[in-house]
């Protein structure tokens, strides 16, 4: 087996302001390009987008929307300084490592809906390699 790295990319149907978990659109693709052990990172470029951890929960999701508005963030576009563009997930025996109750968020702060485009690099040891 060799250290191997590829590069996807996932297009996201956003209605605009918003959070969307994709926690399961990254494990299709970890499972599907059978890598065993590394990382999945996961980053966008798109304006106003956020890719962040958090666990996937209502209440928590609105408290997330709270401190965004009380540090002005949102308004200004300043939020991805806050969170972030991109989480790095160990990949473990073929399975995203992520902690219990977290998932993999995208966070659209803008107001447009529209297609928004995610980059998954796969960085490591593949089965099938």
């Given amino acids: 087996m060799k250290y191997d ?3 996807l990319k996932i297009k ?3 209605p605009g302001y918003t959070v969307l978990d994709i926690t399961p659109y990254i494990a299709e693709l970890v499972n599907k390009n059978l890598l065993n052990k590394g990382i999945a990172l996961v980053y966008t470029n798109e304006k106003n987008g956020i890719i962040t951890e958090i666990e996937y929960e209502p209440e928590l999701l609105s408290d997330l929307e709270v401190f965004l508005k009380n540090i002005n963030c ?3 576009g300043l939020c991805d300084i806050v969170l972030g563009r991109s989480v790095a997930v160990p990949v473990v025996n073929g399975d995203l ?3 219990q109750f977290k998932n993999i968020v995208f966070i659209d702060l803008s107001r447009n809906s529209e297609e928004k485009t995610v980059v ?3 960085e490591g040891i593949f089965k099938n390699s």
């Fill in 120 to 122: 998954v690099v796969l």
């Fill in 97 to 99: 490592f992520l902690g």
């Fill in 74 to 76: 949102i308004d200004k």
């Fill in 5 to 7: 790295v590829k590069v």
């Fill in 12 to 14: 996201l149907d956003s």
